[in-house]
């Protein structure tokens, strides 16, 4: 199984003051897919900007995703502070901004220049979701890194069989050792 790997570069936006909101659309997110976003919350010199970029993905299926945000503090000078994403289900209709959004139940996390890149993994059924990045950035401007991959949902049966046969195989390996 080949990993294929999409890396999305955006060019800079300039915000010097106030908040800005970008929306982004990732498409359907591929199962064997990875794909890393590199997004700058804002560029420019002499500005703190309060931003809430917003990153559109479907799933045509129940699939296990694994994000995380990054945040690119350089020297104290560059860097988002107060930085969180979540993410968002459009619902049973698949429509964003109707009554039935909701927010995903505990997919709400902290980033900043000091974590890191710490994985967060949530199952979600088929539908169209979002990610929503906000933050504020220090004095010089701010950039972040979102990445995002999906893999499949093991079944209990799939597992179990997985299990059976690594023990087969095992007990063949330990009988052939005695011969
Ligand atoms: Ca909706």
Known sequence: MSIRKFVVALSATFAAF??????????THDPIAEASFTIPGAGFVGGVTTFADTFVFSLDQAYSVTSTVVALNQAGAIG?????????AAGGDSIFSTGDDFQVPLSTFSYDGTTGSTPHSVVLDAGNYAYVVTGKTTDFGGYYSLISTVSAVPEPETLGLMLAGLGLLGFLSRRRARH
């Open 18 to 27: 106030g908040a800005q909101a970008v929306g982004y659309d990732f498409g």
């Open 80 to 88: 988002i502070v107060d930085g969180e994403y979540s993410i968002l």
